[in-house]
């Protein structure tokens, strides 16, 4: 059977692009338009796996749409989790500091879903990591929204750059708690006989 050579990535975030170029996966960007609300009583894993399925299926009907070449699509979505409460990016400095002393001192989870979605099929897998955080003064965290890393982050912290030093300790997948688990990810490409491993070309 012939490699498939590209995938559309249903995602505008730049570490998903990054881990894909990691384990070289050549991809199209291209963004999915999705209601990201939470739904009544819905489970932070069946959330977080309703938005990657969603993703990875509305571009996928887009490329249908336009008469664009198939090809699967590869949707992602994170989500941070106190208990049972989902932690999204935050709105503004207060919502960033209120959720990061809420996961002050504290062990939360990360969850990763992927989809990747052909014309036959959509296959899924996901990630959860635990993250433990040290405890983290009021001011520090005023501080670190400061730095601008917060805003656009699920739990208004990012694990890949001045966040880390806010983290004690995860067992898990590290790549998960950054955007898409690659191990995970791997795995599902291979099932659509995706090439990995490649020189990628860095597509925007």
């Known amino acids: 059977m012939v490699s498939i050579d590209r995938v559309y990535l249903a995602s505008s975030s730049p570490r998903r692009r990054e881990l894909l170029h990691q384990i070289g996966v050549n991809f199209t960007v291209m963004h999915a338009d999705v209601d990201e609300s939470v739904g009544e009583g819905e489970a932070p894993l069946d959330y977080v796996c309703r938005l990657a399925q969603a993703k990875a299926e509305a571009v996928l009907a887009r490329l249908q749409v336009e008469g664009l070449q198939s090809c699967p699509v590869l949707g992602a979505d994170t989500s941070v989790v106190l208990g049972q409460q989902i932690l999204g990016k935050p709105e503004n400095e207060e919502h960033a500091v209120a959720m990061l002393m809420m996961l002050s001192g504290k062990t939360h989870q990360v969850i990763t879903a992927v989809a990747l979605a052909e014309e036959e099929q959509t296959r899924m897998v996901h990630s959860i990591t635990d ?63 995706v090439r990995l491993w490649k020189r990628s070309e860095k597509t925007a």
């Open 131 to 193: 993250v433990s955080f040290r405890e983290i003064s009021e001011q520090e965290a005023h501080n670190y929204w400061l730095s601008g890393e917060p805003a656009d982050k699920a739990g208004g912290y990012g694990i890949q750059g001045f966040g880390a030093i806010l983290v004690e300790r995860l067992s898990g997948s590290y790549s998960g708690v950054v955007g898409l688990p690659l191990y995970e990810t791997a795995n599902l490409l291979k099932q659509a006989d």
